[in-house]
């Protein structure tokens, strides 16, 4: 089972527009990660936000966590074409010892 | 990019033989992960391994084992394969400080096909 779920599936915008995706999960977490994959090669990490953290930027991202609804959203801002890939939020759960849980992802497309 | 070489990238075998996965690390850490990826699954984790010989299951262990006899190697095997595991398979790496509260970085993954 999957324990974070990313929404929505898919996203397609403009290049210039901000993507936002969001990420729920159950049960209680350490952390929360964002990777971003792109086709044909392995996932990359982006971002780490542990459960007593509330915001976190780095770069054109930024990541929010909110552990009272179990849920997390990533922000592309001023998005471009390279920012084409699948995003997937994963869950390190306080009772999963040393196991991350991945969602289905986000496919995100960003148009020229 | 971290030092990780999966072999092969792809194969193609008959249901029934045996296949083994390579993973290779470069970075000297302690944690290493095989996960494979379906559509509509996300990535699920096989098994990981925590240091030398030492080894744990995953959410879906059945029909695959592992070794790691250094800490560069971590080998999947799929004693019979079947159809059904067909898919793509990464390795992961991450540091010493507990697997599931770093980062882990990827390899880019065996395209496996089974007939």
């Known amino acids: 089972s999957q324990q974070g779920e990313e929404d929505p599936q898919a996203l397609s915008i403009q290049e210039g527009e901000n993507a936002t995706m969001n990420c729920s999960y159950k049960?209680?977490?350490?952390?929360l990660q964002w990777y971003r994959q792109n086709s044909g090669r392995g996932l990359v990490h982006l971002i780490l936000?542990?459960?007593?953290?509330r915001e976190k930027h780095s770069g054109r991202l930024r990541v929010t966590l909110d552990t009272s609804k179990k849920s997390s959203s990533l922000l592309i801002t001023a998005s471009r074409a390279a920012d084409t890939a699948s995003y997937f939020c994963?869950?390190?759960?306080?009772?999963?010892?040393?196991?991350?849980?991945f969602g289905g992802g986000t496919r995100l497309m960003v148009k020229p | 990019d971290a030092g990780i070489t999966q072999s092969p990238r792809h194969k193609v075998t008959e249901t029934g033989t045996p296949v083994t996965l390579r993973c290779h690390q470069t970075e000297n850490h302690r944690y290493m992960y095989w996960y494979r990826q379906d559509p509509g699954h996300g990535l699920r984790l096989i098994h990981y391994s925590y240091g030398v010989k030492d080894t744990d299951k995953g959410e879906v262990s059945d029909g695959y084992s592992v070794s790691r006899s250094k800490t560069e190697d971590f080998l999947l095997t799929l004693e019979s394969a079947t159809s059904s595991q067909t898919s793509v398979y990464f390795c992961?790496?991450?540091?010493?400080?507990?697997?599931?509260?770093?980062?882990?970085?990827f390899g880019d993954g065996t395209r496996l096909s089974i007939l």
């Open positions: 992961a790496i991450s540091e010493d400080l507990g697997g599931a509260r770093q980062p882990q970085h």
């Open positions: 049960t209680s977490i350490n952390n």
């Open positions: 994963a869950t390190g759960a306080n009772n999963a010892g040393n196991m991350l849980t």
């Open positions: 936000i542990r459960s007593n953290e």
